[in-house]
Nanobody, 122 residues
Framework: QVQLQESGPGLVKPSQTLSLTCTVS????????YYWLRQPPGKGLEWIGY???????DYSPSLKSRTSISRDTSKNQLTLQLSSVTPEDTAVYYC????????????????WGQGTLVTVSS
């Protein structure tokens, strides 16, 4: 059974770098595509970026300049780094695994982490 768990500091100061880890158990991070998403208080979900099984990445245009997604295959972990944070980056952050079926354009979020709240405040 595949499980995802986000971890990292719950409080980050403005201008610093937000860093979160997604630990994947029950499956290899090299075999699937994983997304990072977030939900600010009172707002909808926003995708941050993803990393594919080969290690390729893509990011939301609005966050691309500040975002880096990487992985550690030996630990089966994914890392999200968001630099130069402001209070607007306060949100619940999620990692999620997708499953494709039929074609590359047909997919869904199969497994989600529980999410972790990150507050940006001085």
């Amino acid at each position: 059974q595949v499980q995802l768990q986000e971890s990292g500091p719950g409080l980050v100061k403005p201008s610093q770098t937000l860093s979160l880890t997604c630990t994947v158990s029950g499956g290899s991070i090299t075999s699937n595509l994983y997304y990072w998403l977030r939900q600010p208080p009172g707002k909808g979900l926003e995708w941050i970026g993803y990393i594919g099984g080969s290690g390729s990445t893509d990011y939301s245009p609005s966050l691309k300049s500040r975002t880096s997604i990487s992985r550690d295959t030996s630990k089966n972990q994914l890392t999200l780094q968001l630099s130069s944070v402001t209070p607007e980056d306060t949100a619940v952050y999620y990692c999620a695994r997708i499953v494709r079926y039929g074609s590359a354009t047909r997919w869904y979020f199969e497994v989600w982490g529980q999410g972790t709240l990150v507050t940006v405040s001085s």
